[in-house]
Structures are given as structure tokens and as C-alpha cells.
């Protein structure tokens, strides 16, 4: 089994509408990250989170919202879709802010 | 200036032939250092960390110039298999939550 899980793996969605990606993870790691990649752009991160206490904003979390409900359970919600957030998202964990990525199989998106 | 630049490529290679990538990244606070490799549609794995004295694994190689602020990746003796795209990636501080990750290089080897 992965150990970093996403769902929905694709989803399509209307414009104005809310919906939320889901992320778990097996590796009892602490923190917990969410990015989105767009063509020609590198990965760029949207939240973060150290435990389940502590959320932070990333570059570009405008429009979106986490929910970190468990260690091994990290939530992203877009409360109102918009086109421009069609983009591939990808949830990832890490032991220790030096420490590597590991990532999920990501979440394809588009909003119409 | 972005935080991490890479190589645009895409580098067209065939089988068997050595090929380098550069990244360049802006923080000279910079802590740690990586090579992830992605897949078409697929999530980025980690290829190899970089160290300060220079790191092999197999056919690859990494190197990192704190000096001069960049980042190399090595491929020797290049495989089908090789032809991905190549993110280098950056964390920028010790305290927050601060990876940047390049744009990516596209590699692919041709038979």
C-alpha cells in the first residue's frame, strides 16, 4: 500500500463550487504539506502544517483552506472554484523540515 | 529573480550519452538540497539529496557549489528509463517550511 494517499485522484468541477481533496498518510510523519503544479511551473506550496495544532499559509493559499484532523490526515478545500485553480495537487510529508518529500500520487483537477 | 532556476531543456539525448543539469537558486542562506525526478502525470520521488562534498549514486552524481550558488546533476551512460523530468529543490531556512522547487528539466533519451 502507498503511503501517502490522495483522493479524489481527478475530479471535474463547476465554477463557485466547494469541494475538498483529501490526503492520508502511513509514515507517522509530522508534517504535512499541500502544493499545486502548473504547466511549466515549478511545484509551489499552499499550506503546510507542523502537527495537528499548527496550519500555516504557504505562497499561494488565496482561496483555499486545510483542516488537519489527524497526524496522518491533511485536508484541502476550495471553498468557491474557480478556473484558475485547475491545476494537478499534490499532498506530501515529511519527517523534518531538512528532511525529504514524500509525496502522493497527486490529484487532478479542473474546474469549468 | 526566482528562488530556483533551472536549465529550460528540454535536452534531447541518445542512449548512452552523459548529460549535466545546473540549478541556480538566490538564497545563500540555503540549508538542504535535492534532485527529485517526475514522471509524465505522475508525483515527483526523490533522486538524491545533495551534499556539500558532492554525492554518487550509481550513474548519477550531484554536486553543490555554495559559493557560487548552484547545483549540478551528473547522468552517465544514459537509459531509456532516465527520460523524466528533473526538479531541483531548495529549502531555504531551518525554521519554517520553506522548499522551493525549480521549474524542472526534461530529459529525454533517445534509443
Known amino acids: 500500500d502507498a503511503d501517502v494517499t490522495q483522493t479524489p485522484r481527478n475530479r471535474i468541477t463547476k465554477t463557485g463550487k466547494r469541494i475538498m481533496l483529501e490526503c492520508s498518510q502511513t509514515k507517522g510523519h509530522d508534517r504535512m504539506y499541500w502544493y499545486r503544479q502548473d504547466p511549466g511551473l515549478g511545484l509551489r506550496l499552499i499550506y503546510y502544517s507542523f502537527d495537528v495544532k499548527d496550519i500555516n499559509k504557504g505562497e499561494i493559499s488565496d482561496g483555499y483552506s486545510v483542516s488537519r484532523q489527524a497526524q496522518a490526515k491533511f485536508s484541502l478545500s476550495l471553498e468557491s472554484a474557480i478556473p484558475n485553480q485547475t491545476a494537478l495537487y499534490f499532498c506530501?510529508?515529511?519527517?523534518?523540515?531538512?528532511?525529504?518529500?514524500?509525496f502522493g500520487p497527486g490529484t487532478r483537477l479542473l474546474v469549468l | 529573480r526566482k528562488e530556483v532556476e533551472q536549465d529550460p531543456g528540454p535536452f534531447n539525448v541518445p542512449e548512452g550519452a552523459t548529460v549535466a543539469f545546473n540549478c541556480t537558486y538566490s538564497?545563500?542562506?540555503?540549508?538542504?538540497f535535492f534532485w527529485y525526478r517526475q514522471d509524465c502525470r505522475k508525483e515527483p520521488k526523490l533522486l538524491m539529496s545533495?551534499?556539500?562534498s558532492g554525492n554518487e549514486d550509481g550513474r548519477f552524481t550531484a554536486q553543490l557549489n555554495r559559493a557560487s550558488q548552484y547545483i549540478s546533476l551528473l547522468i552517465r551512460d544514459s537509459k531509456l528509463s532516465d527520460s523524466a523530468t528533473y526538479l531541483c529543490?531548495?529549502?531555504?531556512?531551518?525554521?519554517?517550511?520553506?522548499?522551493?522547487f525549480g521549474p524542472g528539466t526534461r530529459l529525454s533519451v533517445l534509443p
Open positions: 545533495v551534499y556539500s
Open positions: 538564497n545563500s542562506a540555503s540549508q538542504s
Open positions: 506530501a510529508t515529511s519527517e523534518s523540515t531538512l528532511e525529504t518529500q514524500y
Open positions: 529543490v531548495v529549502n531555504m531556512d531551518n525554521y519554517g517550511q520553506n522548499f522551493v
